[in-house]
């Protein structure tokens, strides 16, 4: 079992920029795709970046592209998101995913994520 454990939200002023954590329990060995995805409230779940955790290559949704940035730290079993520039309409909940999968063309697909963190509130104000 994959446990993950998002932290680093909370509230911040539009222009400002939040770092998100997420922290596997299990090593590398049950998963080789970690994802951030948001939601917010009538939305539906977005993926915003993924990282593939044994070489590094990283994907980012345009929607975010230039102003949010994933990386991971292999020796603590932790992926980041690093968030700037940020705006108002990135307020939403934000989740950390992880998978084991073959190919990268479904990185931002959230059904096919076996393991998920239980999010972290990340409010933006204007």
């Known amino acids: 079992q994959v446990q993950l454990v998002e932290s680093g939200g909370g509230s911040v002023q539009a222009g400002g920029s939040l770092r998100l954590s997420c922290a596997a329990s299990?090593?590398?060995?049950?998963?080789?795709?970690m994802a951030w995805f948001r939601q917010a409230p009538g939305k539906e779940r977005e993926g915003l970046a993924a990282i593939y955790t044994k070489g590094g290559s990283t994907w980012v949704a345009d929607s975010v592209k230039g102003r949010f940035t994933i990386s991971q730290d292999n020796a603590k079993n932790t992926v980041y998101l690093q968030m700037n520039s940020l705006k108002p309409e990135d307020t939403a909940m934000y989740y950390c995913?992880?998978?084991?999968?073959?190919?990268?063309?479904?990185?931002?697909?959230?059904?096919?994520?076996?393991?998920w963190g239980q999010g972290t509130q990340v409010t933006v104000s204007s």
């Open positions: 995913a992880a998978k084991w999968a073959s190919d990268s063309s479904t990185w931002s697909r959230p059904e096919g994520y076996r393991y």
């Open positions: 299990v090593s590398s060995y049950s998963r080789n795709f």
